[in-house]
Every structure is written in structure tokens, then in C-alpha cells.
T-cell receptor, first 115, second 113 residues
Framework: DTAVSQTPKYLVTQMGNDKSIKCEQN?????MYWYKQDSKKFLKIMFS???????INETVPNRFSPKSPDKAHLNLHINSLELGDSAVYFC??????????????FGPGTRLTVL | TQLLEQSPQFLSIQEGENLTVYCNSS?????LQWYRQEPGEGPVLLVT?????EVKKLKRLTFQFGDARKDSSLHITAAQPGDTGLYLC?????????????FGQGTILTVHP
């Protein structure tokens, strides 16, 4: 199936640990994003990559490091996890060049719980 | 910083009722999108509005973009339990596909049978 997929779906870990979330899209899109959705359902952009290059970097702690090995993959590594990092993290992708009306295709989300 | 204020935050209604969700900003957006998110899933695009004053209909859902492109509304006629979900408005500034989406706080809609 064509889609945006994320692994893992659920991640429970202890404070201070380092963890990674992976995202893959087989839609042939050039731009990928990471969003964080908090407990109040507020969705906020964290990073965006276009063809493996970082193009949007919001005010995010430098414990968060995105990496795009190729344009179909965007991973998120988080160091020294804190309680406040608990949230649902969504990956999304969008095609290039369609102007301001691009549809963003979201993955199913990764629910991160830091204990 | 562009902000989108979405209201109401929660809406609980009976099947058959009509409802309207509002999305307001002091900033101008080049386009505005409405997404619907179900539990355990990512948001899915419902509609994109681009032109000031534009009205789009999707079955029982009517979307309107304000004349000044600062606000939008989603109206649902004769709501059904299947309409239950989180509704998100999202505005895009600028004309490039790199332009980031700014999301509203979301409206959690529950339609009771």
C-alpha cells in the first residue's frame, strides 16, 4: 500500500534514555516533516526536510536530531529523554512544487511515553 | 508568529444537529486546510481553500474562507455519529511548498446517536 509509515507505533521508555523513531514514505514525495502533538491535541511542526536537506527547524531542543538518509526516509533521534517529551509524534510528507495547496499526508503516529 | 484560534475546543451534540467550527487569525494565510483526525491515526485532509470568500462543499460539510483570508469556518449539517473526531484547521503562509502549516488547537466533536 502507498502510505507514510512510522515505527514504532508505541514507545515507552525511562527518563534519560536515547530513542529513535523511523518514518518512510513510498509516495515519491520530496518534502517530509516531523510534528509533535501534545496531550491537548495541539499539533506543532518540529522539522522539515526537502530532498534530504533541512528546510524548517523550529525552536526545538537540540536533544532532538532529525536525519534523512534519502528523500523517502526521515528519522528522529531523541537524546536524554525528559518527561515533557511524552507526546504523539507524526511524520508527514508532501509533493514538491504544487505551491501553497500541497496536501500533507500523515503517518499513523508514534506515541512516546517517558516514565 | 502566526496563530490560529480554533473554537469551540469541545463540541458534544446529538445526531441530526447542525454545528459550526471557527478558525480565526490576525494573520493572512495564502491557503487554509481542514483536516480530520480519528483516534490512533494521523490527520487526513478534508479540503483546501485558497481564494478569499471561497466556499467548498463536501457532502454535508461546508467550508468557507474569509474574504480577508484570515479566518475560516466548517459547518456540518445533520451531524452523524460517523462525523465524530478531531477537526483541525491549518494555515499556510507564503507561496512555496516549503511553507510550514500552522495548526489550530483542534475541535473534538462527539456526535451521539
Amino acid at each position: 500500500d502507498t502510505a507514510v509509515s512510522q515505527t514504532p507505533k508505541y514507545l515507552v521508555t525511562q527518563m534519560g534514555n536515547d530513542k529513535s523513531i523511523k518514518c518512510e514514505q513510498n509516495l515519491g514525495h520530496d518534502t517530509m516533516y516531523w510534528y509533535k502533538q501534545d496531550s491537548k491535541k495541539f499539533l506543532k511542526i518540529m522539522f522539515s526536510y526537502n530532498n534530504k536537506e533541512l528546510i524548517i527547524n523550529e525552536t526545538v531542543p537540540n536533544r532532538f536530531s532529525p536525519k534523512s538518509p534519502d528523500k523517502a526516509h526521515l528519522n528522529l533521534h531523541i537524546n536524554s529523554l525528559e518527561l515533557g517529551d511524552s507526546a504523539v509524534y507524526f511524520c508527514a510528507s508532501t509533493p514538491l512544487g504544487a505551491g501553497s495547496t500541497d496536501t500533507q499526508y500523515f503517518g499513523p503516529g508514534t506515541r512516546l511515553t517517558v516514565l | 508568529t502566526q496563530l490560529l484560534e480554533q473554537s469551540p475546543q469541545f463540541l458534544s451534540i446529538q445526531e441530526g444537529e447542525n454545528l459550526t467550527v471557527y478558525c480565526n487569525s490576525s494573520s493572512v494565510f495564502s491557503s487554509l486546510q481542514w483536516y480530520r483526525q480519528e483516534p490512533g491515526e494521523g490527520p487526513v485532509l478534508l479540503v483546501t481553500v485558497v481564494t478569499g470568500g471561497e466556499v467548498k462543499k463536501l457532502k454535508r460539510l461546508t467550508f468557507q474562507f474569509g474574504d480577508a483570508r484570515k479566518d475560516s469556518s466548517l459547518h456540518i449539517t445533520a451531524a452523524q455519529p460517523g462525523d465524530t473526531g478531531l477537526y483541525l484547521c491549518a494555515g499556510r503562509a507564503g507561496g512555496t511548498s516549503y511553507g510550514k502549516l500552522t495548526f489550530g488547537q483542534g475541535t473534538i466533536l462527539t456526535v451521539h446517536p
